[in-house]
């Protein structure tokens, strides 16, 4: 593949624009009720009309990104705003929390046990406020971001499975999430919110959840950042940690922090050295740190959006540092993802894979699969190889 920036930033926007949204703006829209239909086929046909709301506002997040990205086009504020709408409307409870899923009509179908439905909100409706200038969206915005605030240390809140006190854990989601989506949501915050909270994410995730002996990113920690010899507290997810370590290299990259960003990608490169499948190629779903059997039964299969961040972790690391080994790793991920999960008939990417690397679900969106790790990793690889290539002329 040598480095050919161009080559690849070309794949990478092509593939964005003509394969990947096509099929979502063709397949996934509820013009009808409002909001968008995710539990796709191969082909894109609907086979259920729930609605869950990580996925539906991660499409308004993905569309109005792209609007506020590349163009701000009619018909991608048009989607949208069919989702913004349709989730103002019929997303939140009294208390303004937001919902796990809802009938194809906006009737509540799942309580509000996921502290994720409201980081995805506050994701959305800031991008969407941006897109859109509706004032509105901003005040949206700003309800779901401080309840993300408020509910940070008991996330679940009334609906916690786990009985108080007995084992006190934190999980790497948290802080994860809300680094990014404070990134996300800068143009709304005031300075001060913006660089504590910044500041404090990366700090939690570079302390308590990285093991520095070990060079890896646990799940689960206790609160004060020490490991627990359980299931939950020996739990490697590789995908996640990859994902974290991106979303801190972008914002240590505001700063010019090198220190930082060359930290984030020996990270990366920790995990992959541990997650690769020597024998069938890809990254498994989920490890646990001392060998022992993980508790999930599907730890061997290979996810889009693990192989997808690790796309993006590797574009970004080597753009920032360039550093060989993300560049030989990138061409290895590259080789694995590009063969495995890209539907050359049917377009978009396939989302599960055995661990042979079959199509193991041919869906192309379900309940946990919408319009968003393929869209944004196309979008911001483009990005990073469009950035390498003009160093590269330069």
Not at 24 to 30: K, V
Not at 161 to 185: C, D, F, H, Q, S
Not at 224 to 252: K, Q, T, V, Y
Request: glycine share 8%.
């Amino acid at each position: 593949m040598g480095h050919n920036f161009s080559a690849l930033a070309a794949l990478y926007k092509n593939t964005l624009l003509n394969n990947v949204l096509p099929f979502w703006e063709t397949h996934s829209l509820d013009w009808e009720q409002g909001g968008y239909f995710t539990c796709l086929n191969r082909e894109g046909q609907v086979y259920d009309t729930d609605k869950f709301i990580w996925l539906q506002n991660r499409q308004v997040w993905t569309f109005s990104m792209l609007c506020n990205q590349l163009e701000n086009r009619e018909n991608w504020l048009k989607i949208a705003s069919n989702g913004a709408k349709f989730l103002a409307k019929h997303g939140r409870d009294a208390e303004g929390n937001w919902y796990f899923a809802l009938t194809c009509t906006g009737q509540p179908l799942v309580q509000p046990y996921n502290i994720f439905s409201d980081c995805f909100a506050a994701m959305a409706f800031s991008q969407y406020a941006l897109a859109s200038g509706e004032e509105w969206a901003k005040d949206v915005a700003m309800q779901a971001y401080n309840n993300v605030l408020r509910r940070k240390d008991n996330p679940k809140g009334k609906y916690t499975k786990t009985y108080p006190g007995t084992r006190p854990m934190k999980a790497l989601a948290v802080p994860m999430i809300l680094a990014n989506l404070t990134l996300e949501m800068a143009w709304l915050l005031p300075e001060e919110t913006l660089e504590s909270v910044l500041a404090a994410t990366v700090e939690e995730v570079m302390t308590d959840f990285l093991d520095q002996e070990r060079g890896l990113m646990y799940e689960n920690v206790t609160p004060d950042g020490s490991h627990i010899d359980c299931f939950d507290g020996r739990l490697i997810n590789p995908g996640h940690g990859i994902e974290a370590m991106w979303f801190i290299m972008d914002i240590a990259n505001r700063k010019n922090d090198s220190k930082t960003i060359n930290q984030a990608v020996d990270v990366v490169l920790n995990i992959l050295n541990v997650a690769w499948d020597d024998e069938y190629g890809g990254l498994y779903y989920f490890m646990d740190a001392d060998g022992h059997p993980p508790q999930q039964l599907e730890w061997d299969q290979k996810l889009w959006w693990v192989h997808l961040e690790t796309l993006v972790a590797l574009a970004m690391g080597y753009r920032l540092t360039g550093r060989g080994e993300c560049w030989e790793w990138y061409q290895k991920m590259h080789d694995y993802s590009w063969t495995h999960f890209a539907d050359s008939e049917y377009g978009e990417w396939f989302g599960y894979l055995n661990r042979r690397g079959e199509v193991l679900l041919n869906l192309k969106g379900g309940k946990w699969k919408g319009c968003f790790h393929v869209p944004r990793a196309m979008y911001l690889c483009w990005q990073q190889f469009e950035m390498l290539r003009v160093l590269n002329d330069y």
